[in-house]
């Protein structure tokens, strides 16, 4: 019997970013998903060359959504971005469809309280840029909080940082917003480092990518030869692909070793202010909040990457 697959509602929340479009890349093909909104938040770039790249995004997949623009800059820091990774529209490399959806009206939270309002069942938000839109939706609408099944976000580093030692780029753009996040009781699961600098996509995977030779995949590989220069400058023989373990974790968690932790933010320290800091050993005596994503099959995460952009055979793509 052709059971029905129950699809997963979900709200896409990023800041493409490479990373970002690759995640939505794969979240689009997921036959268990359904995407209800996709939101934009400032952080690889500015909120305008984010939402932008979202926008060109959906047009590239032909989603069917509005773009609602988020906060311009993190609750109550000042914005700090990465053109050294993105170049300087966010999502430098291959050509991309203009938008074809008008910009919503409604601001990134008050998209994502609308939809959750109008969903007859809960709803997954996929977090992969700084937490200020979700912490901004749980601040404003805390009624809201049962509506929202889990929040699986790319962000954080349980032994490591990447902007400084200690913090990871997303969480360090808005370690109040991740405060908040964390310590909302909303169901969280957290692809950091830990799990990212493991998903490394080597050339010569890309190189497969580019070879099913259809619009989206050569797209798609673009997308890693640009992110790649820098990646590659800081000493790293793959692409650490950070975004698409927040999608693909939802998809197969299978493949994932997911470790439940109690994880608090660092937000005072001189140095390691958006540190992510797991209680291992349970000495704080406090409940796990956080599923923890801390490994993965390499080789399946890139398998099902490419079966994903191999969905894209004969796309027709406007340029
Ligand atoms: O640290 C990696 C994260 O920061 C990714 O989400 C990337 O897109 C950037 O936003
Ligand atoms: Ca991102």
């Known amino acids: 019997m052709n059971e029905k697959i129950r699809k997963r509602p979900v709200i896409l929340d990023g800041d493409p970013g490479h990373d970002d479009a690759i995640a939505w890349v794969l979240a689009a093909t997921a036959d268990e998903f359904d995407i209800r909104a996709i939101t934009t938040v400032a952080g690889n770039q500015t909120l305008e060359k984010v939402t932008y790249n979202a926008r060109r995004i959906a047009a ?3 989603l069917d959504i509005e773009v609602a623009r988020g906060r311009n800059r993190p609750l109550c820091s000042d914005l700090i971005i990465a053109p050294n990774f993105h170049g300087e529209t966010g999502l430098d490399g291959p050509a991309l469809p203009e938008p074809d959806h008008e910009l919503s009206s409604l601001s990134a939270p008050e998209m994502m309280a609308k939809v959750l309002q109008e969903s007859e069942e809960k709803m997954t938000i996929i977090s992969t840029g700084a937490q200020t839109n979700v912490a901004a939706l749980l601040l404003s609408h805390p009624e809201l909080k049962e509506m929202i099944e889990m929040v699986s976000t790319m962000g954080g580093g349980l032994r490591n940082g990447n902007w400084t030692s200690g913090a990871e780029f997303n969480i360090l753009v808005d370690p109040e917003a991740a405060y908040t996040l964390i310590h909302s009781g909303v169901k969280l699961q957290m692809c950091g480092l830990d799990v990212t600098e493991k998903a490394l996509v080597y050339p010569e995977d890309w190189e497969r990518i580019r070879a099913l030779n259809n619009p989206v ?25 950070h975004d698409p373990c927040a999608v693909m974790s939802l998809l197969h968690p299978e493949i994932f070793d997911i470790r439940d932790y109690y994880v608090d933010v660092e937000l005072n320290g001189k140095y390691m202010r958006g540190a992510t800091i797991a209680d291992y050993n349970g000495i704080l005596g406090k409940e796990a909040n956080c599923h923890c994503v801390v490994d993965l099959d390499r080789e399946k995460f890139v398998d099902y990457l490419i079966q994903a952009c191999a969905k894209f055979e004969g796309w027709e793509v406007n340029l």
């Open 60 to 62: 590239l997949l032909k």
């Open 217 to 241: 995949a050569r797209i798609v590989a673009e997308w890693f030869d640009f992110f790649f220069i820098h990646v590659k400058s800081l000493g790293w023989s793959g692409a650490t692909t």
